[in-house]
């Protein structure tokens, strides 16, 4: 799933670079595929149907980073 910073944006304060996201996700059980300025590629797995939209994306990083 291709999540857009932008939108993220929308839903969280992102202070972070994407690498840095990058790395939160897959420490949180998220697969990362790739990255970009503009988007970040994550694989969700079956166990994680609350991340398939950008609110669940957006929930998960605001627990990530309080």
Do not use: K, Q
């Amino acid at each position: 799933m291709i999540v857009s910073l932008d939108w993220l944006r929308d839903y969280v304060a992102l202070s972070m670079d994407s690498a840095e996201l990058a790395d939160r996700f897959a420490l949180s059980g998220l697969n990362f595929e790739s990255a970009n300025d503009e988007a970040i590629d994550l694989e969700v797995t079956s166990n994680r149907p609350d991340c398939l939209g950008h609110i669940g994306v957006a929930r998960e990083v605001g627990v990530l980073y309080d």
